[in-house]
């Protein structure tokens, strides 16, 4: 009954947006504490819990953390309510035409004893993910819809929105954040799975998973931040422990079609690990076309559209393509523009993008280019606005680009400063990231790395 009337009301929630804006809502969380649910999976490759939890609730993190270990079992943690406004009469009858105002009353059974199994995953599937873990505690059906079919189905149908942000701090590499950019906030998950006695840091990413790869370039790791998912992938086949680039493609439009992972040393060795056959292959030798050494720029994750990957090389400069179904390997020849340090490939639309540090003199400005398809070179389209990129006049700026799907962003620091910015390709909006602090914490974390992912709370490693 409870959850019956936690559905009403979120149904009634829905039909008001749509009524004053004239369009369903974009998912977004909620500007308040978000609790702790742990819930352990009776299967032992899936153990599906939520460890996020916001800057602004650590102090109730630690108590329930303290709370579960004195008890020994983990108990519902209530967001806090804040004070009861005011409402104006308009507001009243507006949330009592939609069902809000009074979440106690009688439910007419004749009505929703029916109600259609396939509306609650639909709805459900829309929730904020953090109104998700929430309510997964209502009832044990609700707590099971991570391993319902036709609720990744619901889940895989709905746009995509912004991708998330897994990066790695500097003080601990083997502590994620994940930065939401819809309501600009950190959350801290506990990736329990990840091996504590190596450094493994994010390379590539699809999904809904983020691929990981040990700091000496020997073991790969599948995750789902959000649902704890996780996989060792086997032990590659071609022996090449030098650095090498990783790229990331889906069969479908989801993991549950299986996905492919691929790495590249500069030599020209290069292998793609199929994950419905959990086995790596060596397709071939790279063809003569393509100038050896690859010389690859390791700053630059690989960018993927389609079932093509694209990596960013020099001497000569440019980019190498590989593509997934077919297995046919290009190379592009695009000069760099003049002064340009720290540069990375990213992309938006299926348009492949530059972004890269400008200097000149004392004088230091992040721009953006695109790449024209019929001359094969760089357009410059837009740069950080002029009263940012005084701060950086002067001074010794490194830039880290950590994420590459159409929202990028950008670590710039120095010896003076550190900075995190946001930038969307498609409406061009520059914004400032706030400081990333970890619970308990007092100093901001400098990003090591990182990559950007979209949240997803079915897909399975």
């Known amino acids: 009954m409870e959850g019956l009337v936690m559905l009403r009301q979120l149904i009634g929630q829905l039909q008001e947006f749509v009524q004053f804006h004239g369009s369903p809502p974009q998912p977004h969380l909620q500007q308040q504490q978000l609790p702790l649910l742990n819930h352990h999976h009776h299967h032992h490759h899936r153990r599906w819990c939520s460890s996020i939890v916001d ?27 804040p004070p009861p406004s005011k409402r104006s009469r308009k507001e009243r009858a507006r949330g009592k035409s939609s069902g809000t105002t009074n979440t106690t009353e009688p439910m007419e059974q004749h009505i929703w004893k029916d109600f259609p199994e396939d509306l609650y995953e639909a709805v459900i599937a829309r929730l904020p993910i953090a109104t998700f873990f929430r309510f997964r505690s209502v009832c044990r059906k609700w707590n099971s819809l991570l391993d319902s079919e036709s609720f990744s189905q619901q889940c895989a149908e709905i746009p995509q929105a912004n991708p998330w942000f897994y990066t790695i701090t500097h003080e601990n590499v083997n502590s994620g954040a994940m930065y939401d950019p819809s309501l600009k906030k950190w959350h801290h998950p506990t990736i329990s ?12 990413s699809a999904g809904g998973l983020v691929c990981f790869l040990d700091i000496g370039n020997r073991n790969f790791y599948m995750c789902n931040p959000l649902n704890q998912s996780f996989k060792e992938l086997p032990a590659r086949s071609v022996k090449v422990w030098s650095r090498i680039a990783v790229g990331m493609t889906l069969n479908g439009s989801s993991t549950s ?28 030798s790279m063809p003569s076309s393509v100038k050896l050494p690859l010389s690859l720029n390791f700053r630059s994750q690989a960018v993927t559209i389609d079932s093509t990957l694209y990596y960013m090389r020099s001497d000569p400069e440019g980019i190498v393509s590989y593509d997934m179904v077919t297995g046919v390997w290009k190379q592009f020849i695009i000069p760099t523009p003049l002064h340009l340090a720290d540069h990375t490939l990213a992309e938006c639309g299926g348009r492949i993008m530059l972004v890269g540090l400008l200097s000149k003199n004392a004088a230091t400005c992040v721009c953006i280019w695109e790449l024209q398809k019929m001359t094969l070179l760089w357009k410059e389209v837009d740069r950080m606005p002029n009263i940012w990129c005084l701060e950086f006049y002067g001074k010794h700026v490194r830039m880290t680009c950590l994420g590459n799907k159409g929202l990028l962003m950008l670590s710039l620091r120095s010896r003076q400063m550190n900075r995190l910015v946001t930038y969307n390709v498609s409406s061009r909006e520059w914004l400032k990231v706030p400081g990333c602090v970890v619970p308990h914490g007092r100093k901001r974390q400098w990003i090591a790395c990182g990559t950007s992912f979209h949240p997803c709370l079915t897909a399975v490693a």
């Open 257 to 284: 079609g299986g996905y492919k992972i691929m790495w590249v040393g500069c030599d020209g060795e290069y292998e793609v690990y199929d994950s419905l056959r959990n086995s790596w292959t060596s397709p071939g």
């Open 193 to 204: 799975s990840l091996p504590t006695k190596l450094i493994v840091l994010p390379v590539a």
């Open 55 to 81: 800057d602004s609730s650590v102090d109730d993190y630690y108590s329930f953390m303290m709370a579960a270990g004195k008890s020994g079992s983990v108990r519902m943690l209530e967001p806090s309510k």
